[in-house]
């Protein structure tokens, strides 16, 4: 992944940090990624569907209703 950075103003500092503190996003890079997302989307420079197929592709760790289930559970003993 590559980085980029760039400057942004006090309103939209704001709105990432209020998206992040709402628990809609774990950081404000997430909520940041998601944003450039959904106006590339909104404006057709990414088609919809193109991007969910894509997701869909995308290798995902097997993890049975059973594995997910005690993953959960460790991680509450841990807390």
Do not use: H, N
């Not at 990432?16 to 774990?26: C, D, I, S, T």
């Not at 569907?49 to 997701?55: G, M």
Request: aromatic share 6%; no cysteine.
């Amino acid at each position: 992944m590559s980085q980029t950075k760039f400057s942004l103003e006090k309103a939209e500092e704001q709105a990432l940090e209020r998206l992040v503190k709402a628990g809609l996003f774990a950081t404000r890079d997430e909520a940041a990624r998601a944003a450039i997302l959904k106006y590339a989307m909104d404006i057709g420079v990414l088609d919809r569907a193109e991007l969910w197929r894509e997701i869909e592709s995308t290798p995902r760790r097997g993890v049975s209703p059973e594995e997910l289930a005690e993953d959960l559970e460790s991680l509450e003993d841990e807390a």
